[in-house]
């Protein structure tokens, strides 16, 4: 008699599992769609509809699907569920930044409100070990919460003045006719402010939320890339944020004020994205030639 072979875990841990979770914690998962499904309602009609904060929907998908990715792999490594009592006061600290931010209209509130909720909820259904295992989405979620006006205000203006000068000299470098007052460019007959969205903090926040989101999910086994290459996001950042005052300014020199301003302008915002993604792309790789070439040399070396 042949034994029966048993199935992958890959097969048969989450099956059992979201069956077991969704009859034992339904009640958690209506509460937080009634709480916070008017939240990110009113969000999406209001401020993630501004240029400024369009990364909010996109960092909650991303934050929420690593959260389910993770899950089967969690619950394989912590075993036997401890629940931990620390959850009660985080999911009260939860209560009263959603109650305040609902009432008084600040949705920073209600989205660290959300936050919060979720520590607890893990806390109370798993334990330490589960939320130091799904620590990186929690920590993700984070970007999306808005920072106080005057910081924003505070480190926005010299972002502004900085990016402002990069495209100035690089553009009179190239031979155009362009000069600087402040953060208002003149090229040709027309003047173009450096706003806030085309250069400010949040700009930067978010590309920095995508290249550490990009860090947690290629996983590189050499702690010295994942450094580097997270302390290169920043100056990344800056750069892909300069080509996109660049191409703006190139766009209103030669298709007008109405082509900068009208729908080349969203296209710009791709432009940002799609440069800083190509620019972590291309560090990560030289990163990763760099240190095959060291790993080789190592390897080849005289004990």
Known sequence: MSAAMPQPRSETVPAVHWKSFLSDWWPAAVGLLAMFVPTFLSLANGMWSTESYAHGPIILALALWLLWRQWPDMMAAIGEPRPSAAGWPLLAAALFCYVIGRSQGIQ??????????????LLLGWGGRALRFQWFPIFFMLFMIPLPGPLVAALTMPMKMA?????????????????????????????????????????????????????????????????????????????????????????????????????????????????????????????????????????????
């Open 108 to 121: 920073a509130g209600e989205l660290l409100a959300f936050v919060l909720a979720l520590v607890s909820l």
């Open 163 to 303: 990016v402002s000068y990069m495209t100035e000299l690089i553009l009179f470098t190239a031979g155009y006719p362009i000069a600087r007052s402040g953060v208002i460019l003149q090229i040709g007959q027309y003047q173009l402010l450096v706003a806030d969205a085309c250069a400010g903090l949040q700009t930067l926040l978010t590309l920095e939320a995508l290249g550490l989101f990009y860090l947690n999910v290629v996983r590189h086994t050499a702690v010295l890339r994942n450094v580097v290459l997270a302390v290169l996001i920043i100056p990344i950042s800056f750069t892909a944020n300069v080509i996109r005052v660049i191409a703006l300014t190139l766009i209103t020199y030669y298709f007008g004020d109405a082509a900068g301003q009208g729908f080349l302008h969203g296209f710009a915002g791709m432009v940002l994205f799609i440069s800083a993604l190509i620019l972590i792309l291309s560090v990560d790789t030289l990163l990763q030639t760099l240190v095959a070439r060291r790993a080789r040399r190592a390897v080849g070396s005289p004990a």
